[in-house]
């Protein structure tokens, strides 16, 4: 019997991160400080973020060793499991092999506490009391919320309105684990006052809610700021993720032709595809890498490649990505998590140069998808992995016309429980597509 599930013992966790900017062919574009157009030093990011993090930002060392404290915490969940989508498989009726790492196994539901443990014990080693942050369908915000409850912080959330109004369950989770959170735009700061008056309907962006979340940190005293995608750090926190997954698929003798990951801001595709991506880099294999979007915010399918702001009050240095334009505020999707302008830089950069492509899917497919991995495997996704599911499923069913026996690996960056409103809806019909 060919397995079905595939874990890791304890002290096959991952020791280092692995960090790609070490190895990118095209070196990285700095962030620009916006009114001088200058590099940004790391002065001028140490009011909103600790030391420790500002040197990982700018960081080309390879690999940057996992402190004991932080490994002691991921060991609550981690490694995480490989499955084999055996049921998915069989109802695809295709020769592909469909595995996945499910992210949906911590605490939090999701791929995010990778990071967010990081920040908040290096925001907590360097004496900073209070974090504050953004947060689009939750999950960051929880993530968040429940690494400053380990280290005994307070953590503010600024909630995207239209999530804080479609989930109210994750902000009972970010209350349970003792934060505090609010609907942005919010009348808290004055970039939300501001908002509210000009667009008192707005249904708020994450762009907004950073503008919040930043201004609030620089405000305040022993504050600082944390970002749950997009920055450099928080990609190679997530490469555990991958790091795990080699070893995984290597102990059942497989090497994925495909790995395929949901991009919102790219860190659960980061860090599922970035040890794939250095093999790749290296010569040495040629997984194809895909990012699957919401084609409601085509980042990468539709945006441009360019200097941007990595908020809507252009607060933030300026960043070399693919962006859709920092006032753009993209529909209501209940992929939450995946409505974001913006995109990391070094996906950005690796997807410019080719080691990786994109695809994007309406809503609708999207839930169709989603129900049909929770009626073969059982498991509920989240709205924003079910992009990757609807990709995998594409990949498996062109396997099946050409008869292919390719090897998929995807990210199942976290779970839906907290997403069954949305479910509710598309059984009702009443989702649209933008
Ligand atoms: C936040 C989130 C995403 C999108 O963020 P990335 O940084 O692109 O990974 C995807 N899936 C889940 C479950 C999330 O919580």
């Known amino acids: 019997m060919e397995s079905t599930k595939i874990i890791l013992d304890e002290n096959e966790m991952p020791k280092k991160w692995y960090n790609i900017v070490a190895d990118l062919p095209t070196p990285l ?74 992210e949906g196994v911590s605490p939090a539901g999701s791929h995010k506490p990778n990071t967010s443990i990081a920040q908040a014990y290096y925001n907590m080693k360097e004496g900073v009391e209070r974090i504050t942050t953004e947060t689009g369908a939750g999950q960051w915000g929880s993530a968040l919320s429940l690494a400053c409850n380990y280290f005994d912080m307070e953590c503010k959330v600024y909630m995207v309105r239209s999530s804080f109004e479609q989930k109210p369950y994750r902000k009972s989770l970010i209350n349970l684990w003792g934060a505090t959170v609010v609907p942005s735009p919010s009348p808290d700061t004055q970039f939300g006052r501001k908002i509210r008056e000009e667009f008192p309907d707005t249904s708020g962006s994450l762009g907004i809610a950073i503008s919040e979340a930043i201004e609030d940190a620089a405000l305040n005293e022993n504050t600082k700021y944390s970002l749950g995608s997009v920055l450099n750090h928080v990609m190679m926190h997530q490469t555990v993720i991958g790091l795990e997954a080699q070893l995984q698929l290597e102990k059942v003798n497989e090497y994925p032709d495909v790995v395929i990951g949901c991009c919102g801001g790219g860190s659960n595709l980061a860090g599922l595809s970035f040890p794939y991506i250095k093999d790749k880099i290296d010569g040495k294999h040629n997984a194809e890498i895909i990012a699957v979007e919401p084609s409601a915010c085509p980042t990468l399918t539709k945006g441009k490649f360019e200097y941007d702001f990595g908020d809507t009050a252009e607060m933030t240095p300026l960043l070399k990505m693919y962006t859709l334009g920092h006032s753009f505020i993209p529909p209501a999707i209940h992929a939450g998590g995946l409505r974001y302008h913006g995109e990391s830089p070094i996906i950005s950069n690796l997807y410019a140069d080719g080691f990786i492509s994109a695809e994007s899917y309406h809503q609708i497919e999207v839930f169709d998808a989603a129900v049909t991995f929770a009626r073969s495997e059982g498991i509920v996704p989240a709205p924003e992995s079910a992009h990757a599911i609807k990709s995998t499923i594409e990949y498996a069913l062109k396997c099946k016309q050409t008869g292919e026996e390719k090897t998929i690996l995807f990210g199942l960056s976290g779970h839906g429980h907290f997403d069954m409103a949305s479910y509710d809806k598309y059984f009702n019909k009443e989702l649209s597509n933008e």
């Not at 600790?50 to 700018?58: D, G, K, N, S, V």
């Not at 981690?78 to 499955?83: K, L």
């Open 29 to 102: 574009e700095p962030p620009l400080n916006p009114a001088t157009n200058e590099p940004i030093s790391p002065d001028e990011l140490a009011p909103l973020f600790p030391q420790a993090l500002i040197e990982q930002e700018m960081s080309s060392e390879r690999y940057i060793d996992i402190p004991d404290e932080i490994r002691d915490i991921y060991r609550l969940w981690r490694p995480s499991p490989v499955y084999r989508a055996h049921r998915l498989e069989k109802i695809l009726g295709t020769p592909a092999k469909i595995y996945y790492k499910h």
